[in-house]
């Protein structure tokens, strides 16, 4: 099942040069499986023409409050009714102080202001100069806006159409689709912390040598992923891996096991919640070389090699485990454990070794690298299965069952 199926988007497009970047918003929200409507304001149609989105959104466009097409001619009424959201992007300077004062005279302002308003959410992507962006006008307004009850998403930073450089830029169509699916999940972390670890560590044998392992660090990024959309605060300590950062989290890029537990040191005290999803390297190399070893010049099978000695990692989880907070229930501790069989009974022990109240066991080998899984979810009272899905479903389940574990806030 997509992202947006059986949702019905209202794409509202006011003028500005980021109209340009509704076409791709729309593909994208047609693609995320959502059925869109677009509605755009005269000025708009200035920037991109309407035939252009009707043949993305599949559907005619809408521009006039006199629109014709409809029999009670009443376009503002059907069209916000039937919406999930009226999503407007780009919203300009000019049509945000519209909205402020509740005027309507075009279809887009008269459709917000007619929207049902507790049951059809305002979403706004503002797109504008870095100058009109920082006038206090605007954002007064956008404060005005967002105590009216509009969900009013960030702007991008960067070069400008105008030439100029700084905040006021509409975000990427790929940003804008991640927030709305975020806006539309449950928030079931709304005042939690969630720290995460993720990926897998590199340990150096010498400056350019070193022991890592296959985690490609997909399940916990979805996971943080899915806290961030359920609406916790995020911190993600990623081991060395190349996958965006989901948005709305801050990242925090680590090498060895020893960093690893250094940033989970760092950021643990603020978290309400710790999901340990790392492949920690159980062992590091001894003694680093500070050169690059070289080979010995012997060839062949007289060559032995060098001989490397290992000393064992600190297990980062079970150390936050057995610390005084996660011990009176104010941090909340979930591993996981990639077994290749027997996944019940070694996860079960693994939860007891580790002492945390959830184990999430999955068959290493079949997942690593892609981008499905499934998880079995072990607790002091049993196991509950999540079946074969995509990892950001089951990272969306996960953290569902976790907020069901966790004492009211
Ligand atoms: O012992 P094992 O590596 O199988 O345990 C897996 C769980 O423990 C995962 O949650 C992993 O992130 C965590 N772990 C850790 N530090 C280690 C080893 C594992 O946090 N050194």
Redesign the pocket.
């Known amino acids: 099942m997509s992202d947006l199926s059986n949702k019905h988007i209202v794409l509202g497009l006011s003028g500005g040069i980021a109209c340009y970047k509704a076409a791709e918003l729309c593909r994208a929200l047609v693609k995320a499986g959502a059925t869109v409507q677009v509605v755009m304001t005269e000025a708009a149609a200035q920037f991109i023409t309407p035939v252009t989105m009707q043949a993305l959104s599949n559907r005619a466009v809408y521009v006039s409050q006199w629109d014709a097409r409809e029999p009670n001619n009443m376009a503002h009424i059907n069209l916000s009714r039937e919406a999930d959201a009226i999503l407007v992007a780009p919203a300009s300077a000019d049509f945000m102080a519209k909205l402020l004062h509740g005027r309507a005279d075009d279809l887009l302002s008269l459709m917000c202001l007619a929207r049902p308003v507790d049951r059809v959410p305002l979403i706004l992507a503002p797109a504008m100069n870095r100058e009109m962006w920082q006038h206090p006008a605007t954002q007064r307004n956008m404060a005005q806006l967002t105590a009216d009850g509009a969900h009013v998403l960030d702007v991008g930073q960067g070069e400008q159409a105008c030439g100029e450089t700084g905040d006021g830029r509409m975000l990427e169509p790929d940003e804008i689709l991640e927030d709305l699916i975020a806006f539309f999940q449950p928030k079931v972390l709304a005042g939690q912390h969630v720290l995460v670890?993720a990926g897998p560590t590199y340990e150096a044998i010498d400056p350019v040598r070193g022991i890592t392992n296959l985690s490609s660090g997909k399940m916990g990024f979805s996971i943080a992923r899915a806290a961030r959309e359920a609406g916790a605060v995020v911190t993600l300590v990623a081991g060395p891996v190349h996958l965006p950062t989901p948005r709305g989290v801050q990242r925090v890029d680590v090498r060895s096991?020893l960093d690893?537990?250094a940033a989970?040191a760092t950021h643990v005290n603020a978290a309400s919640v710790f999901?340990?999803?790392?492949?920690?390297?159980?062992w590091r190399v001894a003694d680093v070389a500070g050169q690059k070893i070289k080979k010995d010049g012997a060839g062949g099978s007289t060559s032995s090699g060098p001989q490397l000695n290992f000393v064992e990692?600190?297990?980062?989880?079970?150390?936050?485990a057995q610390s005084a907070r996660a011990q009176s229930g104010a941090l909340y501790c979930?591993?996981?454990?990639?077994?290749s069989h027997d996944l019940l009974q070694y996860a079960t022990a693994?939860r007891e070794?580790?002492g945390?109240p959830l184990?999430?066991g999955n068959i290493g080998p079949a997942t690593f690298g892609l981008d499905d899984n499934a998880l079995l979810l072990v607790d002091a009272h049993g196991a509950k299965e999540l079946p074969h899905a995509s990892k950001l479903t089951l990272a969306r389940q996960l953290v569902a069952e976790i907020a069901r574990r966790l004492t009211p806030v």
């Open positions: 670890t096991a690893m537990q989970v999901v340990a999803t790392a492949a920690v390297a159980d990692n600190p297990d980062i989880l079970a150390g936050v979930v591993g996981f454990a990639a077994e693994k070794r580790k945390v184990l999430v």
